[in-house]
Structure formats: C-alpha cells, structure tokens
C-alpha cells in the first residue's frame, strides 16, 4: 500500500492495520498525532529529553498493543492523550519534579493559533476541536482552570491541590466538579464523537 | 457500597485521576457494579480527553521519528520475551501506577504487600503460586485463549480471609460485559466479584467470598453480561491455581 493510501485512512483503520504490524501506519500515526502526544508530555514534565522519552514509549505501546483499542470506548486521540498523561505524570511522581517554570496555566487560554499536524483533514479536525476545547475552558472562572491544571497536567490530588493552594478541600472538590461539569457541557458531543 | 448509593459527585474528580485514595477506592468498587456510574464516568473521561487541546503545542525534534520506528521493529522482534514479565515485575509496574483504576490498589494490594514484604519473594522462581514467609499467598494467574497476552496477580492475605486480584492487558468490553472472577473448588465455580478494566487494560477486584479463598485451589475469569452471571457463561481469559 502507498504512502498516500494510509494518509486517507481514518484513525481506527490505522489501529487495526498496526495490530497487523503495518510500520506504515504507525508511521501515518505518528505523523498524525506525534505533536499532540509530544506536547501533551512537554506539558506534564516541563523536559523535551523526558518528554521525547515518553512519546517514544507511547508509540511503541500502540505498535505493541494496537489489538486492544476499542472504537466504541474512545477515540483514537483519546486513547493516546490517556496513555500519555498517565506515563508522563507517573514519570513526575518518579522524579517528584515540578515542572513549574513550564506549568500551563490556561490564564489566558485564547483561540488556537496554529493547526495542529497530520494531513489537512486531520489537522482541521484538531484546530476545530482545539478551538472548541479553548472557548469552553475560557468560560470557567480562573479558580476553576488553576485547580484543573494541578490535576491534569501535574496529576495532583484534590488534598495535594488544597495544601498547595492554602484552601479548604471541599472548595478544591466543589471547584474540580463544577469546572468538570461545565466542560461535559459545553463539549458534549464533541467530547463524544 | 451499596448499588444505589450513585458516586455521581465523585466521578469528574476520578475521571480526572485527582481523587484520594480512599474516595478512588470506593469509586472502583462502586462502579463494578453499577452500569449508570460508568456510563456517566465515560462522559467525563472522554471530556478530560479533550482537555490536552489547551496545551501550548510543541514539536519534538526531527530525530525522534526514526527512534520510535527503530523500537517498534526491536518491540516486535522481541515480544514474546516482553510480554512475559516476571510477576515481581508486574506487581513493581503495577505498585509505580497511579492511573485513577488503582486507587482500590493502594488500599488492598499495597497494604498486603508491604506487611508480607513481597520483595522478598523476588528471587523466587518458577512456580504459578508462592507462598510468603508471612503466610500470605501470591498466585499468578495467565491469560488463556484470547487473552493470552493478558495476566493477574491474586494475592490472598495470611489468614486466607481477604483477597486482591489486578490484572494487566485485559481488552476493555463494552458496556454490557465485564470480568467476572471464579472460585473453583471440587468441580464447583463460585462467584468472586465482577470487574472492568481501563482503556488500557488495567483492572483490581477487592475479591468477595462466601468462604476462605484459601479453601479454592483453582481461580479463572470469563467474560460475562455486566453484572455477573450465576455461573460461567462467557469465554475464559485467566487461569490460576494455589
């Protein structure tokens, strides 16, 4: 199959043809989804090294287990952004690194400036969703991005955010769920597809 | 927990990996028995998805392509070797995660492993089953069939009364289906709990019995409706004996 024949396959294709060891569409994948994964990890540990490291070994799990990806529980970008958070928070619990000079801080999340990679349809399909994904996070009070940010990008706990920010744990649950709710929201379907 | 006692509040906390230990571990066991709290936790896990568009884009450098593609081909020429860990491997990995699923983990298997100072058993070799100089029991349970990537710890504690069971690259099922762990003694298959595994692939059962799981000496997992099935209906995908 030519090079062109992948790049017009969607996403789930690519998956079952990498479950057949197809380097080609880990290739395609790759190419796809690399800056996402990559950026995602840069976010987390704050080091390109750490982070090239993990989206190395993101790749690698989806060569090595592409056989069990469900189209029904998830998109494929979901699949991977799961994958990449947990490897690369767990790579900060092992250094017990804060990355705080990188940390996001979503203070003045904007309209995406870039699209993202892959082809065109793909990377539309991921400028659209950025753009959605920013103008929902844009709508939460600032309290509610600074608490999302401790827990999604440096994977602390509601107790750990409550110490770090001097406030009382049941603020830190109320903002998690409320900032939480507003974004199943206002993504809906999105979030879904 | 009670079925009807909904983790509704919990959920955008667990789907986001920030809950405390103990209010993850009541969620898990919440939501192997409840088709309404994974259904709305599947919401809220598909919105934290989305969350990963927010931050800032980066590019990695030119070279890492032709790295990954370099380890996929050395993955691939060496699987076999890497998909059999040693069990002291797995309960290391599975101890190092701390995806929001093992919250029950760091409840029931953590504790028993620290108190029976499992490490010790790092040099032990060979066997499906050891037991601890404490007393307590780890069995290794094998994917079998389709699942024959897939494996589970069971680790029954020294009195035989309590057990944990994790497993590792077990395929997620849909939402009508989930594991359902057996005790199996003279012939007979006992229910042990039902659970669901992560995206990828992850899975802890806190293990309910009717009678000490020391008095089983055979264990398995099928696929089942969701819920559990009075006895084993579905395809087996573990396999242990004590």
Known sequence: MADADYAALDDGTLIRLIALAREDALSELYDRYVRLVFSLALNVVGDASTAEEITQDVFVRVWEHATQYRADLAGVSTWLTSITRHRAIDALRRTGARPDRNAVTWAEVAPAEEPAVGGPEVATTLALESARVRAAVSELSPEQKQVLVLAYFQGLTQSQIAEALGMPLGTVKTRVRLAMQHLRAALGDLALA | ?242
Not at chain 2, 162 to 191: C, E, F, H, K, M
Not at chain 2, 225 to 232: E, K, L, N, T
């Open chain 2, 1 to 242: 927990m009670p079925t009807d006692d909904h983790v509704t509040d919990l959920l955008p906390a667990y789907a986001l990996g920030c809950l405390d230990e103990e209010e993850a571990g009541a969620v898990v066991v919440h939501l192997a028995s409840c088709d309404t709290c994974r259904a709305e936790l599947r919401t809220y896990q598909a919105t934290c998805g989305e969350l990963v568009h927010v931050a800032p884009t980066a590019t990695p450098s030119r070279e890492l392509k032709g790295r990954v593609m370099a380890a996929a081909r050395q993955a691939r020429s060496t699987q076999p070797a890497a998909a059999s860990p040693s069990l002291p491997e797995r309960i290391a990995g599975l101890l190092r995660l701390r995806a929001p699923a093992w919250g029950a983990v760091g409840l029931a298997l953590v504790t028993l492993l620290i108190v029976s100072n499992v490490w010790w058993w790092q040099r032990s070799t060979g066997p499906s089953a050891v037991t601890l100089d404490s007393g307590m029991r780890v069995i290794d349970m094998a994917g079998v069939g389709a699942a024959s990537e897939a494996s589970g710890t069971l680790v029954i504690s020294d009195d035989g009364e309590y057990g944990t069971l994790v497993v590792d690259g077990l395929p997620s099922l849909p939402a009508d289906r989930q594991y359902q762990l057996w005790l199996i003694r003279d012939g007979q298959r006992t229910n042990g709990g039902v659970f669901s595994v992560s995206l990828e692939g992850y899975g802890a059962l806190v293990v309910a019995s009717p009678d000490p799981l020391s008095s089983y000496p055979g264990f398995g997992v099928t696929i089942e409706p969701a819920g559990g099935s009075p006895s084993p209906t579905g395809d087996q995908v573990l396999a242990g004996t004590l």
